[in-house]
């Protein structure tokens, strides 16, 4: 029997600090289709846990180590990625440093919360910020 199911991925709103200041939130501009920023994240691999995927993803695509806080939602509208049905594990996380591109991530940027250019971000990840805002 074949089993089909959605692709498992995860994403993270880092919250970038520096001591006690906060600095902004992280989003990469994607290499690759669809281009535009994005929440950093990615595909959790078999056997790995959402939570580990999570700090795996930001490392390689931020060079930034991530502290999960919480969880946002999940994310699993059929067409939120225009590519395949993809389900996110959202999580919200609290880091240091300076980020840096890696993996798959063209370059990666810091904007304050209120400078967050919801109209260049793909997938429904500018529906993922307005829901983080709402609660934080």
Known sequence: MLIRTPYLAVDVIVQLWEGDRFKGIVLVERKNPPVGLAIPGGFVEVGESVE???VR???E????DVKLRRLLGVYSEPDRDPRFHVVSVVFVGD???DPQA???AKEVK???I???????LVFDHSRIILDYLRLR
């Open 114 to 120: 209120e400078d967050v250019p919801l109209d260049r």
């Open 52 to 54: 580990a995927a999570a």
């Open 102 to 104: 890696g993996s798959d």
């Open 95 to 97: 880091a240091e440093g």
């Open 61 to 64: 695509e931020t060079g930034l």
């Open 57 to 59: 993803e930001i490392k």
């Open 110 to 112: 810091v904007f304050r």
